[in-house]
C-alpha cells in the first residue's frame, strides 16, 4: 500500500510569545517541531504499512527549513520525504493549501491512502484534509482512531463522532485525518536518524508540480487575516489580601454582591 | 432573489444540537443587517419533525434533504450536496457550528464552490462598509485572535463554536416556509458501509456548563481525588458545576466533557472560580465570555492573575477548606 502523510512544520508551542501592542506574533526565538497531531497520522501510516507493505510518503508545504520535519519524520519511519517550497505559495490559506497539496500528490505518482493530523496548533483550522480529498477526488473520513486492512483496496476504519464511534469499510483511495491520541507516536530509532540523515529530499516548486499561479499563495486564497490582536480580559484587577481567612471572607462578600449567594 | 443567509442545522439522533438555535439567533440578526433572508438547511437520514422548532429561532425557510443514503455520515456527500443547492441558489452566507461533522464537510462545501471558509469562530459581525462578514477566530492555541475576510467570493463561509452565542428564541407562533429537495442522483451514493456503532460510554447526563451561572475549575495544581471532590461540593453548594482544565481530564479525574477550553467547553457564567490553574490560552480562551473571574494560584506570576477580577495568591486546598467551611456554615444557616 502506498501512503503518503501531509505533515506541517510549526512554531513550537512553548516557545511562542505574542506583541500585545501590535497583536502579532514576536518572530524571534521560535522554534519549530512537526505539529504535535500530525505524529498520530505519521505513527498510523507506519504502522499500516509494516502491516502491509509499500510506501510511505511524508510531503509538507513550508519554507526550506521545513526540510528539517521531513528529516525527523523519516527517522521516525516514513521512507521518503517530499518539500513542496515556493515564494509563490506564502500566504495559501486552507483552499490553496489543499490545491497545491493535491496537485504535488498527483504529481507524486500512484497512492492508496492520503492521511492528514486532525488539525494544526498554529493555523488550528482542521480544514486541510476534507478540503484535499475533495481537489483529489476520492472521499474524507475525519477523527479516524484506527485502520485496518480488509483486503486489497479495502479497509475497516473506526471513526469518533460526538455521539459515539463507527466502525466503516471504506474502498480506497481516500484521504483520512487521525485523532489525536489515537495511537502511540514512536520515537525516532537510531537507524532511522542515520536514514534521516543521508535521505536525499527533492524540492518541488510551483512551476514542477504546474499549479495554475491565480489558485496559490495570497492571490489564489479567498480569506484574508484583515487583523488580529491579543485577546485581553478587561475590567477590575484585584488580589485579596489577608490570611486565608480573611481572603474567603472578601470573597464571600463579593459572592454576595455579585447575587451569587 | 438570490442571496440570503444559510445556517446548516445540526441534528443528531433526533436531537437538534444547541449550537442551531445559536446560530439562527445570531443569523436573525445578521439578516436584518443585510436585509437578506434566513434559512435553515437540515440534512441527514432522518431529519423532518423539527421544523416549528427552527422557525421559533428565526428560519423564515427550513430546507430539508432527508434520504437514507446519508446515512452513514460522509463529509464527502454531504458537502457535495450542499455545494450543489448552493450553487444553484446563491446564499451569500453559510454558516455552521463546529462540530464535528460540519467541520469536515464544510470544507469539502467550500472547496466545491472555490470560496473561502473560517474555522472555530468566536464572533461574527457585517462591516458597515462593505457589508462583508468579520469572522474572528482564535489561532496558535486561543493566544491570537484573528479577523478573517473573505472580500471577493461567495458565499462567505464559518463554522462557530457552539456557546459564544447566545441562543434567544421568538414567540411561539413564529412560522415559515419548508421545502423538501431530493438529492440528485449523480450524488446519491454514499461510499462508505456502517458495519457498527458504539455508543459513547459516558452516557450518563452532561451538566449544563453552557447555561451555568456559577463555573468552578480544578487544575493541575488540585488534581488530586481528594481535592476534586471537596471542589465537586464546593460547585454544589453555589449551584454550579464542575469543569477542569485538559491535564485534570487527561488524568481521568473528570469526564472528558469537564474539559473547559478551546479543545473543550466554552462557558459564560456570571462567577468563575478557578483553583491551581496556570492560565493557558487553551484554557482561557474557554471562560472568556464570564462576568467575574476569580483564581487561586500559589504562584504570584501565573498567567491566570492577568485575566482575574480577583485573584488569590496561596494554597489553593486552604482556601478551599476554608471557603468549604464558610459555606456549609451558610447553607446549614439557611436550610
Ligand atoms: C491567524 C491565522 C488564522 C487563519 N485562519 C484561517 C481560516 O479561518 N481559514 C483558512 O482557510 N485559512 C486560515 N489561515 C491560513 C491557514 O492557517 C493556512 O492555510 C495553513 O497553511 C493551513 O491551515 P491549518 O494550519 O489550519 O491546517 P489544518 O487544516 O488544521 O491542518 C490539518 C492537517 O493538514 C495537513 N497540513 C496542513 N498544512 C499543511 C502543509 N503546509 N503541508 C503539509 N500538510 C499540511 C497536516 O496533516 C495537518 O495536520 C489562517 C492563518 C493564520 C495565521
Ligand atoms: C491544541 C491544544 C489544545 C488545548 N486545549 C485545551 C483546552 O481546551 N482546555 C485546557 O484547559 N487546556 C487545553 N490545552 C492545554 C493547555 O495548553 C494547558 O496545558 C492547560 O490548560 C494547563 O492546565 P493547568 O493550568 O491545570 O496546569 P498547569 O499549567 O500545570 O498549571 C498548574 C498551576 O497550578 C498552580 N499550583 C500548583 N499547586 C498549587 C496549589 N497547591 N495551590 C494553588 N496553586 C497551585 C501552579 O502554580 C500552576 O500555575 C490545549 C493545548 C493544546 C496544545
Redesign the pocket.
Known sequence: MNIIC???QVPSTDSVRFDREKGTLIREGVTSEI?P??LF?LEAGVALKEQCGGELTV????PPQAEEALREAISRGADNGVLLSDRAFAG????A?SYI?AKAIEKLGTWDLVL?????T????????PGLAQRLGVPCATCVESIELIEEGKVRINRRLEEGTYTLACQLPMVM?IEMGANSPRIPSLRGKMRAKKAEIPCLTAESIGVDQVKIGLNGSP?R?SS?YVPEFSGKHELLQGSPKEQVDALIGILREAGIL | MQGGIWIVGEIRENNIDPVTFELLTKGRQLSEELGEELACIIIGPKVKGVEDELFRYGAKQVIVIEDEVLSPFCETLYGEIIAHYARDREPSIILAGATERAKAFMPVCATCLET????NCMDLSIDPDSKALLQT?P?YGGN?M?T?VCKDRRPQMATVRSGVFKAVPLDENASGRVEELSIPDELRKNPFVLESFKPLEEAEDVPDYKGAEVVIAAGRGVAEPEQIKKLKELSQLLGGVLGATRPVTDMGLLPHHAQIGQTGQIVSPTLYMGFGISGAAPHTIGIQGTKIIVAINKDPDAPIFKFANYGIVGNAEEIIDCLLEELRTLRGGQA
Do not use: E, F, H, W
Request: glycine share 12%; charged share 15%.
Open positions: 501531509c505533515i506541517k505539529n497531531y500530525d497520522a510531503l509538507t508545504m513550508g495559501s490559506d486552507t483552499l493549501t497539496l492528514c493530523g486532525k488539525q494544526t498554529d493555523g488550528d483550522t482542521a480544514q486541510v484534509g485525518t480569506t487575516v488580529t | 473561502g471558509l473560517t474555522a477566530r489561532a491570537l484573528a478573517i
